[in-house]
């Protein structure tokens, strides 16, 4: 039984009754106006958007309402004991630059406590285990050239 909104009778034979729109008939008009279209939609070729006034004090470029990016200044240094470039972020005057700088770190070796006991206890065989308590750093920038294997 079918009822139809606008009418307060009831249809209830087979002639009254009507099948629904195929699907390609029904797709056919929305296939004209584009996939996912409103029909009260305009098109992307219609529509203006205004561009907002610039204010006369305001310099030219981007936009104060828009948050730019800081500028990130790039250094090229030449190493002088490979010849090879360079690109860091680092600046000329950070310790390590100038350790690239300069031809190379200044190495600066410190031995362990361990093992310098190492080796006043077990004379011969002690030197090996004072070499593997050291650590090598530059004395310029401090950047750890060695940990030794005890570290």
Same mark, same amino acid.
């Given at each position: 039984?079918?009822?139809?909104?606008?009418?307060?009778?009831?249809?209830?034979?087979k002639?009254?009754? &009507?099948?629904?729109?195929?699907?390609?008939?029904?797709m056919?008009? =929305?296939?004209?106006? %584009?996939?996912?279209? *409103?029909?009260?939609?305009?098109?992307?070729? &219609?529509?203006?958007?205004?561009?907002p006034p610039?204010?006369?004090?305001?310099?030219?470029?981007?936009?104060?309402?828009?948050?730019?990016?800081?500028?990130?200044?790039?250094?090229?240094?030449?190493?002088p *004991?490979?010849?090879e470039?360079v690109?860091?972020l680092l600046?000329?005057?950070?310790p &390590?630059?100038?350790? /690239? &700088?300069q031809?190379?770190?200044?190495?600066?070796?410190?031995? %362990?406590? $361990?093992?310098i006991l190492?080796?006043?206890?077990?004379?011969?065989?002690g030197? =090996?285990c004072c /070499? $593997?308590?050291?650590?090598?750093?530059?004395?310029?920038?401090? $950047?750890?050239?060695?940990?030794?294997?005890?570290?």
């Amino acid at each position: 039984m079918i009822v139809d909104p606008n009418s307060t009778t009831m249809a209830t034979s087979k002639d009254d009754m &009507q099948a629904p729109p195929s699907y390609d008939e029904t797709m056919k008009d =929305a296939a004209a106006s %584009g996939p996912f279209v *409103a029909e009260g939609a305009a098109k992307a070729d &219609q529509v203006k958007v205004p561009i907002p006034p610039t204010p006369s004090h305001s310099p030219a470029g981007p936009s104060s309402r828009i948050p730019s990016m800081p500028t990130t200044t790039v250094y090229n240094y030449v190493n002088p *004991a490979t010849g090879e470039h360079v690109v860091s972020l680092l600046p000329p005057d950070h310790p &390590q630059m100038v350790c /690239l &700088q300069q031809g190379g770190h200044v190495p600066s070796t410190r031995y %362990g406590v $361990l093992g310098i006991l190492a080796a006043i206890i077990w004379f011969p065989v002690g030197i =090996a285990c004072c /070499l $593997l308590d050291r650590r090598v750093k530059c004395a310029r920038c401090g $950047l750890t050239i060695d940990e030794g294997v005890c570290a």
